[in-house]
C-alpha cells in the first residue's frame, strides 16, 4: 500500500529551493557584496591570451560586482593535451555504425585511455604543476581529465589571476578577474568549471504552476502508448541492464519505492554511485612532489534534507551566500523524475545514480588544504567546509561513468545554449572535452540519450538576464555527435494509454501556455548546430517544409517522447515525506523514457544469438550510439512506418516572454515538424516492441 500523503503542496514551494541547491556549488557559508558595487570586468590579472580553453564566453554578458574577500571552495577538471582527441571522436562514431569494419568493436577505460587519453608524461607535468600549489589532484582510468580540488586562494596562484563576484541575471557566481594562464610548458588544453554560470546550464524539467495539467499519466499508460507493454509481455524489463543517470543534484532513495507502491507497479532499485577519481600519488608517478599533498575529497553526499527534517526550515531562505550541503541538502526534482521515470519504465535494470559530492577543509585565512579532513561533515576551529555537488560538477559524474563500464545506457536531463555554454565544451572542428568524454562513452558501447532542450530553437536565451537573442541556438550537449538527442511530443491518451487523437510536436499549440513564463512554454528544442560538424548517418538529410538545411552540421533532435505536460508522465518529491504527485513535463521527462526504451532493447539483443554476432569487448551485447540505427531503420520506408510514428504537426518557433503575460516578437527562422525527419522532434517518436524487433530480431507483441 502507497503511504498516505501528509504534505501536499510540497513540490510547488520547494521549486526554488530546490534549484538553488542544484545550482550551487563550492565555499560554504561565503557572503557576496551587493549588487549595485561593480559594473564591467576590471583589468586586473593578465590581460593576454590563454593557452588553453576556459569557458572566458560565458562571462562576456557578465557584470563584475566586487573581490573575492575570503577563500572559497573550488572543484574543476584540467584536461591535458591528448594524444589524438579527433581520432577518439572519430573512432567513437566508427564502432556505432552498422557497416564500418570497426562497427561494435569496443574498448575498456584503459584502452580509450592507452590509444587516445592523454600522455602519462603530459598528466604528470599537468599534475605536477597544480599539486606544487597545494591542490589536490585526481584521475580516472580512461586518462580525458584530472579532477583539482583546492581553494580559490590556491587556484588563484596557480593560474596567475584573482576571483571576483559577477552577476549574471538573477545569479551571482565566482569566476576569475582577467585572464587565466599557467607556464607555457605546461600541456593544459582546458580548464572546465571555471567560470561555473548555472544559470546558463538549464535542467530540462517542466513544472506546472497551476494544477489544471492534472496527476500525470502513470507508468502503465506511458507503456501502454508506446509499447513497454509490448516488451514486458515478451519478459523483457530490462534485466541485466545497467541504466545510468546522470544527476544534477541529490534524490531520496526511499521516493522511488514509494513512486512505485503509488502505481501498483515494480521499480527498479536504485544504487547511489559517487565520483571517485584517483588520488595521484606521488609513489605512482616519480615526477610528482612529496606525500603531503590533500587526497581529493570526494565521497557520498550528506543526506537530503526532508521537509520533516531539523534543518528544512532554514532552506526556504535564498540568502545571498553559496549553499552549505551539510545543512541544506534539498531533492532535486530533475534527478527525482529521472530515477523515477526510469524506475518505473525499465523496472528490471541495474540502475545507477551517478552524483558528484566533494568535501573538505580548509584555513579560513590562507586558503590552505588542511589533508586530515577531506571527505569530511566538519571542520576543525579555524577551518571552513567548502562543498560542492550536482550540475555544475555534473562532468565528474560522466567521467565516473565512463570509468566504470557498469552502466550500458545513460539518461543526461541537462544542457545550455551552444554559443555560450557549449563554446566552453566544443573546440575547433568539433573536439574538446565534451565531445572527448561523450566519444568515449561511445567507444565503450555506451548509449547516452540527452534532453534537446525545452525552449525550441532559443536555448541560448535567458530571461533573468532580459536576454532574447534573435539568432537561433540549440542545446549542448544534446548536439553532440555521439548521443541521441530526444526532443518532446504530446500523448493524448484515455485511462489505458490508448491514443484518442493525433501524436503532435510539443509547442505553444499544445501545452496551452505552461505557467506563462518564457522557458515554461514553448516545447520541443531543435535546430542545426553551430559548432558540431554533420555526422555520417546525418550527412544525406535534405528538410522541407520551410526547415533549415542542415549545411554540414549536427541536427537535433534524432527521436522523440512525451515531453508535453499537458500530457506528461507523473511525477513526485519527498513522496517518502507525503509530498504531492503531478503532471511534468519537459524533455527531461522525454530523456529517460527513452533511455529507459533503449534498456529493453539491450535485453533483448543480450538473449538474441544474431544481436551479439560481431561484437567485441566484455559488453557483446552493446550497440553503442543508437542514432546511426535510427537513422538506418528510417532510411527504408518500410522499416520506418514499422518502427517509428512520424510528427507531422507542430512547431518550436519561439515567442519570447518574460513572465509578464506579453509575448514579445518571435524567434524565426526555425523549425517545423513535416513527414519524415525534422528539427523539432526528428525521426518522430520509435515504439518499443517493433524497435525490439527491427534491432534484435525478436518477435513481439
Given at each position: 500500500m502507497a503511504r498516505t500523503p501528509r504534505i501536499r503542496t510540497l513540490v510547488a514551494t520547494l521549486v526554488a529551493a530546490s534549484l538553488l541547491a542544484a545550482c550551487g556549488g563550492?565555499?560554504?557559508?561565503?557572503?557576496?557584496?551587493?549588487?549595485?558595487?561593480?559594473?564591467?570586468?576590471?583589468?586586473?590579472?593578465?590581460?593576454?591570451?590563454?593557452?588553453?580553453?576556459?569557458?572566458?564566453?560565458?562571462?562576456?554578458?557578465?557584470?563584475?560586482?566586487?573581490?573575492?574577500?575570503?577563500?572559497?571552495?573550488?572543484?574543476?577538471?584540467?584536461?591535458?593535451?591528448?594524444?589524438?582527441?579527433?581520432?577518439?571522436?572519430?573512432?567513437?562514431?566508427?564502432?556505432?555504425?552498422?557497416?564500418?569494419?570497426?562497427?561494435?568493436?569496443?574498448?575498456?577505460?584503459?584502452?580509450?585511455?592507452?590509444?587516445?587519453?592523454?600522455?602519462?608524461?603530459?598528466?604528470?607535468?599537468?599534475?605536477?604543476?597544480?599539486?606544487?600549489?597545494?591542490?589536490?589532484?585526481?584521475?580516472?582510468?580512461?586518462?580525458?581529465?584530472?579532477?583539482?580540488?583546492?581553494?580559490?586562494?590556491?587556484?588563484?596562484?596557480?593560474?596567475?589571476?584573482?576571483?571576483?563576484?559577477?552577476?549574471?541575471?538573477?545569479?551571482?557566481?565566482?569566476?576569475?578577474?582577467?585572464?587565466?594562464?599557467?607556464?607555457?610548458?605546461?600541456?593544459?588544453?582546458?580548464?572546465?568549471?571555471?567560470?561555473?554560470?548555472?544559470?546558463?546550464?538549464?535542467?530540462?524539467?517542466?513544472?506546472?504552476?497551476?494544477?489544471?495539467?492534472?496527476?500525470?499519466?502513470?507508468?502503465?499508460?506511458?507503456?501502454?502508448?508506446?509499447?513497454?507493454?509490448?516488451?514486458?509481455?515478451?519478459?523483457?524489463?530490462?534485466?541485466?541492464?545497467?541504466?545510468?543517470?546522470?544527476?544534477?543534484?541529490?534524490?531520496?532513495?526511499?521516493?522511488?519505492?514509494?513512486?512505485?507502491?503509488?502505481?501498483?507497479?515494480?521499480?527498479?532499485?536504485?544504487?547511489?554511485?559517487?565520483?571517485?577519481?584517483?588520488?595521484?600519488?606521488?609513489?605512482?608517478?616519480?615526477?610528482?612532489?612529496?606525500?603531503?599533498?590533500?587526497?581529493?575529497?570526494?565521497?557520498?553526499?550528506?543526506?537530503?534534507?526532508?521537509?520533516?527534517?531539523?534543518?528544512?526550515?532554514?532552506?526556504?531562505?535564498?540568502?545571498?551566500?553559496?549553499?552549505?550541503?551539510?545543512?541544506?541538502?534539498?531533492?532535486?526534482?530533475?534527478?527525482?523524475?529521472?530515477?523515477?521515470?526510469?524506475?518505473?519504465?525499465?523496472?528490471?535494470?541495474?540502475?545507477?545514480?551517478?552524483?558528484?559530492?566533494?568535501?573538505?577543509?580548509?584555513?579560513?585565512?590562507?586558503?590552505?588544504?588542511?589533508?586530515?579532513?577531506?571527505?569530511?561533515?566538519?571542520?576543525?576551529?579555524?577551518?571552513?567546509?567548502?562543498?560542492?555537488?550536482?550540475?555544475?560538477?555534473?562532468?565528474f559524474e560522466i567521467q565516473q561513468a565512463i570509468a566504470d563500464n557498469r552502466s550500458d545506457v545513460l539518461s543526461l536531463s541537462y544542457g545550455g545554449g551552444e554559443t555560450n555554454f557549449g563554446a566552453a565544451y566544443v573546440g575547433p572542428g568539433g573536439t574538446g572535452l565534451g565531445p572527448a568524454e561523450f566519444a568515449a562513452l561511445a567507444a565503450e558501447g555506451i548509449a547516452v540519450f540527452v534532453s534537446s532542450g525545452d525552449t525550441g530553437n532559443a536555448a541560448c536565451a535567458v530571461p533573468s538576464a532580459n536576454l532574447y537573442p534573435t539568432t537561433p541556438c540549440v542545446s549542448y550537449p544534446a548536439t553532440d555527435t555521439n548521443v541521441v538527442a530526444v526532443g518532446g511530443v504530446n500523448v493524448p491518451v484515455d485511462g489505458g494509454g490508448n491514443l484518442l487523437g493525433q501524436i503532435t510536436a510539443w509547442a505553444d499549440q499544445t501545452t496551452l501556455g505552461g505557467d506563462g513564463s518564457f522557458g515554461n512554454n514553448i516545447g520541443s528544442g531543435g535546430g542545426v548546430s553551430v559548432l558540431i560538424p554533420a555526422p555520417s548517418w546525418q550527412a544525406g538529410l535534405t528538410l522541407t517544409g520551410g526547415n533549415p538545411q542542415l549545411g554540414g552540421f549536427r541536427g537535433i533532435p534524432d527521436i522523440s517522447m512525451d515531453a508535453d505536460p499537458l500530457t506528461g508522465q507523473a511525477f513526485g518529491q519527498y513522496i517518502a515525506e507525503g509530498g504531492a504527485i503531478g503532471a511534468v513535463g519537459g524533455t527531461s521527462l522525454a530523456a529517460p523514457q527513452a533511455a529507459a526504451q533503449w534498456a529493453l532493447v539491450l535485453q533483448a539483443c543480450k538473449q538474441s544469438a544474431s544481436c551479439g554476432n560481431g561484437s567485441t569487448g566484455p559488453y557483446s551485447y552493446r550497440l553503442g550510439n543508437p542514432a546511426p540505427l535510427f537513422y538506418q531503420i528510417a532510411s527504408a520506408r518500410a522499416s520506418y512506418n514499422s518502427v517509428f510514428t512520424d510528427v507531422v504537426y507542430g512547431e518550436n518557433e519561439a515567442n519570447q516572454n518574460g513572465g509578464g503575460g506579453v509575448p514579445g516578437p518571435p524567434i524565426t527562422g526555425c523549425c517545423f515538424s513535416t513527414p519524415g525527419y525534422d528539427l523539432v522532434t526528428g525521426l518522430g517518436v520509435p515504439m518499443t516492441g517493433r524497435l525490439i524487433t527491427a534491432i534484435a530480431k525478436t518477435p513481439v507483441n
Open positions: 563550492g565555499g560554504a557559508g561565503s557572503s557576496l557584496p551587493p549588487s549595485n558595487s561593480g559594473g564591467n570586468i576590471p583589468p586586473i590579472g593578465s590581460t593576454g591570451p590563454s593557452s588553453f580553453r576556459w569557458g572566458q564566453r560565458m562571462l562576456q554578458q557578465a557584470n563584475y560586482i566586487g573581490p573575492l574577500t575570503k577563500p572559497v571552495a573550488m572543484a574543476m577538471l584540467a584536461q591535458p593535451q591528448l594524444q589524438n582527441e579527433a581520432g577518439l571522436v572519430s573512432y567513437a562514431q566508427q564502432a556505432s555504425t552498422p557497416g564500418n569494419p570497426n562497427y561494435r568493436h569496443f574498448l575498456t577505460p584503459q584502452q580509450v585511455g592507452q590509444l587516445y587519453g592523454a600522455a602519462p608524461a603530459n598528466q604528470a607535468k599537468v599534475a605536477t604543476y597544480f599539486q606544487q600549489y597545494g591542490i589536490g589532484v585526481g584521475s580516472w582510468p580512461q586518462n580525458l581529465v584530472l579532477s583539482l580540488v583546492g581553494s580559490s586562494t590556491q587556484f588563484s596562484a596557480a593560474l596567475g589571476v584573482k576571483f571576483g563576484y559577477y552577476q549574471y541575471g538573477k545569479e551571482r557566481f565566482i569566476a576569475p578577474i582577467g585572464t587565466p594562464h599557467v607556464n607555457g610548458s605546461i600541456p593544459l588544453a582546458a580548464l572546465n568549471a571555471l567560470v561555473p554560470i548555472a544559470s546558463q546550464v538549464h535542467d530540462y524539467i517542466i513544472r506546472p504552476s497551476t494544477g489544471t495539467f492534472g496527476p500525470g499519466l502513470s507508468p502503465q499508460q506511458v507503456a501502454r502508448v508506446f509499447d513497454y507493454s509490448g516488451a514486458y509481455n515478451a519478459g523483457l524489463t530490462g534485466n541485466g541492464i545497467g541504466l545510468g543517470i546522470i544527476g544534477t543534484g541529490p534524490i531520496d532513495p526511499n521516493d522511488v519505492p514509494y513512486y512505485g507502491a503509488a502505481f501498483h507497479t515494480r521499480v527498479a532499485t536504485v544504487s547511489l554511485i559517487p565520483t571517485s577519481p584517483l588520488f595521484i600519488n606521488p609513489a605512482t608517478i616519480p615526477a610528482l612532489l612529496g606525500p603531503g599533498f590533500p587526497a581529493t575529497g570526494f565521497t557520498l553526499p550528506p543526506p537530503v534534507t526532508t521537509p520533516l527534517s531539523a534543518n528544512f526550515s532554514s532552506c526556504q531562505s535564498t540568502g545571498s551566500g553559496v549553499p552549505n550541503f551539510q545543512t541544506c541538502n534539498l531533492e532535486d526534482g530533475e534527478a527525482q523524475l529521472d530515477t523515477e521515470t526510469t524506475a518505473s519504465l525499465a523496472p528490471g535494470v541495474n540502475e545507477n545514480f551517478y552524483l558528484a559530492y566533494y568535501s573538505f577543509c580548509y584555513n579560513s585565512a590562507t586558503g590552505a588544504i588542511d589533508p586530515a579532513n577531506v571527505g569530511v561533515t566538519s571542520c576543525p576551529t579555524g577551518e571552513t567546509l567548502g562543498d560542492t555537488e550536482g550540475i555544475n560538477i555534473a562532468d
